[in-house]
């Protein structure tokens, strides 16, 4: 399909008002009616928006889904969470039958991880799931800080788990992952929410191109949070008795100069300075150097090694997502 710019002509009335005319396709698509009054916002490239959506907040997205063929609760699960992101308000599930009990556990559970939904209304193989949360509630900002400070914890506490033995640690931050999951997804819908909406976008003070900097962010977050659990899980599998105290020393090492470039990331993004990002990416091979240097005899520990693989690995990788949220960052400065 070709694309094709109508073009109007300015026109003067009275003694400091000027007008344009109006496509009649546009007029008769959107119902707009003589005195009806519509939305006139200004856009930083120059460019004017006009909508017959005065207030946008107040759009409802419907997503229905048919559950009479669900024979898995993961499946439904997955449906439910993209519908969420993709900024569906209102999600209405129905069955020609009563439910089975895997659905409304699905439902419940779902409800309580993701941010913003809750039942409105239900009956025996109807329910209404309505979100209740106002985007300008959660600006992109705050989200990612909390991101920041919830990977940054697990990480620290996986690793404290390595170097103490004490397991309880780990459990700890494997229960924190759906904590980390939750902001991912509220982010993405976020996203999708202001991407078709620009006058909610200008709400919040961010650009589109910001949006979907904080989108990329926030999925190199959530990977880093992914690697502290799978930290935590290889402690589970160790004994700590058993483990060279050399090797932990080493490997606490390479832990704290990951977290480094992780807390760099961060100052770099709240100082918006590009200088400090670039030192970040920089300073990555330092820490793959070091990752590098950590040898251990499989001999003595064989049973271990491949748990103690992993780790080494998870620390390396949360590093290097750290310096690609830090070419991130400068990509958004640019």
Not at 208 to 214: D, G, K, N, P, V
Not at 290 to 316: C, D, L, P, V, W
Request: with cysteine; charged share 25%.
């Amino acid at each position: 399909m070709s694309f094709h710019i109508e073009t109007r002509k300015v026109q003067k009335t009275g003694g400091s008002s000027y007008i344009i005319s109006l496509p009649k396709v546009w007029i008769d698509k959107h119902h707009v009616e003589i005195n009806d009054t519509l939305g006139i916002l200004s856009q930083p490239d120059g460019n004017l928006l006009i909508t017959p959506q005065i207030d946008t907040e107040k759009m409802i997205k419907v997503k229905e889904i048919i559950v009479d063929d669900f024979k898995d609760d993961n499946y439904l699960y997955r449906i439910l969470i993209g519908t969420y992101i993709m900024g569906f308000s209102k999600i209405v599930i129905k069955s020609s039958k009563k439910f089975e009990p895997f659905i409304r556990e699905c439902i419940t559970n779902f409800t309580q991880i993701a941010i913003g939904p809750e039942v409105v209304e239900e009956s025996s193989n109807f329910i209404i799931i309505k979100d209740l949360l106002n985007p300008t509630e959660m600006p992109f900002e705050k989200t990612i800080k909390r991101m920041y400070i919830l990977v940054h914890d697990m990480h620290e506490d996986a690793i404290k788990a390595f170097e103490t033995g004490d397991k309880n640690f780990a459990e700890e931050v494997i229960k924190r992952d759906n904590d980390v999951d939750r902001l991912l997804w509220l982010i993405g819908r976020q996203s999708h929410i202001v991407l078709r909406d620009i006058i909610l976008c200008q709400k919040m003070g961010i650009t589109l191109e910001q949006a979907s900097h904080y989108h990329s962010m926030s999925k190199f977050l959530e990977r880093i949070g992914d690697h502290a659990v799978r930290i935590a899980k290889n402690v589970l599998l160790l004994d700590y008795n058993k483990i060279d105290k050399d090797l932990i020393k080493n490997i606490l090492n390479s832990s704290k100069i990951s977290l480094t470039l992780l807390d760099k990331s961060l100052d770099a993004w709240l100082q918006k300075s590009i200088i400090l990002a670039n030192e970040n990416i920089e300073a990555i091979k330092e820490l793959i150097q070091s990752t590098e240097k950590i040898t251990f005899n499989t001999t003595n520990i064989a049973e271990f090694s491949i748990a103690i693989g992993y780790i080494i690995e998870s620390i390396r990788r949360t590093g290097e997502y750290a310096g690609d949220i830090s070419e991130i960052i400068i990509n958004n400065l640019v």
